[in-house]
């Protein structure tokens, strides 16, 4: 019997790219479908893909995969920073360095799995950072690209990484402040923003820095121009690393400004586990699944865990508070009924 060839929903990227298990693949039919949803599949051989189109299933073309480029030579790492290997292990979730991605909820006893998409977002942060490059990894909420990006950091040395979060909207000035106070710069910082800005280039300069700007959904075209200009101003490998994180509207900002969409070096985007990775993943998350039934663990997902492993997080801590009041060793269909009705709002006739 042959097996079903995998498959995952993709977005045509610019050029007419399609970014699949840690390679890239063109067609000349992509370029005339740039920002369409696809599904990928395996093809005859592992230097191509069949694509289809996701709604109809109708075969649009075979794309190829396009040659990778040698890696850049690259001097040694400067003190205190760790080298960044283009296939980073990630760390297990009990380390206790500190620097490691937090899982929602604090969920006790999780582990981090190395799922396709955090194989290929720390592949993909590697390539950024040895090129010095700026790249996007985007996608809806509760997929992980926050978790897999902190989890694929954890090569780097942690004063390199600047983190930029903001929870509302920034603008350039807000930008100016979070880098001065993650920069730790002493002084003042200046009142003039061209005063301010030729200090910041002078600071990024001086390391091999890693601009990470998380939540980047938030930022408008001017706050992606900002970071645009601090990253042209450098040279070589003195230029900082740039990584945008965030939701759909970061991609539709980025994509739709062809100064920022060509800088962009490489373009990811998360999306939620398929069925199969489901019954794969899960029971390796958490020791709770591990003896589960494939038929309980995809009938929580079809529930309810949509194949994020945020909505999983918040099942698995109901499921182990419920098992702790009833005194259970093991999750069965009640307890996971009675965990599924905490974890979703049910929806009324009026809001139908």
């Not at 009938?299 to 499921?319: N, P, Q, Y």
Request: proline share 8%.
């Amino acid at each position: 019997m042959t097996p079903t060839p995998a498959k995952a929903l993709r977005t045509i990227g610019p050029y007419g790219h399609i970014h699949w298990q840690g390679r890239s693949y063109g067609a000349a039919f992509a370029h005339a479908r740039i920002g369409e949803r696809i599904t990928v599949e395996h093809g005859a051989h592992s230097e191509q893909i069949e694509v289809r189109d996701p709604a109809t299933g109708h075969h649009l073309g075979t794309a190829h995969a396009l040659p990778t480029p040698p890696p850049p030579a690259h001097p040694a790492p400067a003190s205190g920073a760790a080298s960044m290997t283009t296939t980073p292990t990630p760390a297990p979730a009990d380390d206790d360095s500190g620097q490691g991605p937090d899982f929602y909820l604090d969920l006790p006893d999780a582990r981090i799995v190395a799922t396709e998409a955090l194989l290929e977002a720390s592949e993909n942060i590697a390539d950024t950072i040895n090129a010095r490059a700026m790249s996007c990894i985007y996608g809806d909420a509760g997929l992980g690209k926050t978790f897999s990006v902190r989890a694929a950091l954890k090569e780097v040395a942690a004063d390199l990484v600047l983190l930029l979060q903001f929870r509302s909207r920034p603008t350039p000035r807000d930008i100016r402040r979070e880098l001065f106070d993650v920069l730790h710069l002493e002084g003042k910082a200046p009142a003039h923003p061209s005063e301010f800005d030729q200090l910041l280039k002078r600071a990024l300069v001086r390391r091999p820095y890693i601009i990470v700007c998380d939540e980047a959904q938030q930022f408008s075209r001017e706050c992606f121009e900002f970071v645009r200009h601090l990253y042209d101003t450098g040279k070589g490998k003195t230029r900082p690393a740039v990584l945008f994180v965030g939701g759909e509207e970061c991609y539709k900002t980025l994509y739709n400004e062809p100064a920022l969409a060509s800088r962009i070096y490489i373009w990811q985007e998360f999306t939620p586990m398929e069925p199969e990775e489901v019954a794969k993943n899960i029971p390796l998350f958490h020791p709770v699944w591990a003896n589960a039934s494939p038929e309980l663990i995809n009938f929580i997902d079809l529930e309810a865990g949509g194949g994020t492993f945020r909505m999983w997080s918040k099942i698995t801590h109901h499921v182990l508070e419920g098992m702790r009041r009833r005194g259970l060793s093991e999750v069965d269909e009640t307890l996971a009924r009675w965990a599924l009705r905490r974890s979703r709002p049910i929806r009324r006739d009026d809001d139908r």
